[in-house]
């Protein structure tokens, strides 16, 4: 597994990006690792408030900053020409660079040489582990719960973090699986799914979650959405890789469209559930879904209650806003 | 799309290896190209024969052999250590090297620098194009047909190669799309998808079968098997990108369990049949099974029509052999 060691204290980057979706390195940072967190950078009147100072790369060196960290997270995975300059100044200031990127820091001109010469590093994230296997789909001791989205960006991420807080507060063994570049940073190891050559993709998710006690749990952050016209075959690899024994619905609540593939609709959450068990059942018969963690930011506070009450219903299963409620009801079931 | 030119005639390496699904590489260019082919080369007395003469090296480097291609493909694709003598020989003999394994030929100590100053090339076809795309999921123009397996060397290429000669022997525009490295060699070009990085996956499917003719047919070469322990995500992103009209199921008579994967049972027809338009109706809401391609030479004759007849039966299909019988009963369905 891929183990990162990052210095703190950051300087999280935001580029010009608006949008939270595309933010959610940065923002997940914030989230679950608030106290390495200085400040922000933006380029643009309009980009996202992450809630941190907003500083220059000498105002962060100035206040101890060790890292500069690539705070968003585009599609097809990208470091723009633009934001070159910055990340050469910041090396030029003995910052490290962390990036979760497809394109790698390395393989940007001249940024190797800086850091060398300034005694910063380059931290590409999303690089995966060498020699994978190919999945051999057998059976592993130990426990493994995995999110899975109706979407990219519905809270997979966020809910198996709550998850294994939830499960360790309940006294149960258990470790949050990172499986994207925001969630190998927050956890410091893991394997960044969509990076490994697709031959490798199911080994790779049996390498992420080994043999453990029999009374343990893996709780595996999701990736992508099996009805996603782009990411579907990453997910089905986690899946087929994972061989979970229960797995838990994310959503958010109000999206009816895939985010960014506006022709495709969002599948239902029966949809996603039928769906998991009937590719899952290949690897582990036992496979079933355990609740729903919904996203419900989107709804007016009032309805937020009646929403979750109401799926709950529908579906026989606990169905919370992991943020505000926690996870009580669903770890509860896995006791 | 990756394109390759290899200088022919050819000396198939075989190494030790004695199994033909491992061989598939050298007996499909025997197949679909014997005129390239010249000589075999094998390490050990029970490996493989591919029905060509044997040559040393120096023998074959006499008749005017001018690349050594790897014949075999391990699973994992590595290069073994004990070929590196080999490799060395033919580059110092001036012959290129061809190779479709995980491993890279450039990555092999010693061999780019022999290669250079003997004017030789090292060609690893499993090497993906550059840049390559998130799937969009947007329709293109023309018609598709993948095949798909019960498992993985099952005569997937095989068919699809039928279909494209029959195609085209009944007046239809059709080419054959390779998604393997044997495909790639025989077609010389094509795209690998169990190299492509899994982010990627389905966009590189959209890449393979661009935009073309409404009366034109892409006939898309499988890879895996959607109910593969190790290689279903490859099989997903390939179905969900290539968004087929229609597809053929490939199957092998007589195989009852994953090849390699012994404790997983062979997916029946009728299942592999439901998964395939449950996953593609997606992106193709068309999507339907036009024949079924069966390699049969497990079965002793008087069996085979039998076979091909129940199963026809069964299925209410069009079965057939696809070199015994070709395709021309599938391709019908389509005209």
Redesign the interface.
Known sequence: MKVVEMRSPYLIFIGSESRKTYAKTGAGLVQWRPELCRGQMRLAADALDLGLADMTLEEAASAGVRSLVIGTAT???DIPEQWYPVLRQALGLGMDLVAGA?KRLADVPGLAELAAANGARLIDVRVPPAAL??????KRRGKRLLMVGTDCAVGKKYSALCVERDMRAAGMKADFRATGQTGIMIAGCGVP???????F???AAEILSPDNDADHWDVIEGQGGL?H??????S??LL?GSQPDAFVVCHEAGRERISG?E??PLPSIEDVIARTI??GV??NPAIHCVGVCVNTSALPAPEREHYLAELGQRLNLPCVDPLIDGTLAIVDRLR
């Open positions: 599609v097809g995975g497809h296997p190919v999945g051999s789909g057998a799914m969509d990076a490994v050559v697709s031959d993709l199911s080994g009805f016209p782009g990411y579907s075959s990453v089905t690899g087929i593939w022709d495709f009937e590719l290949l690897v």
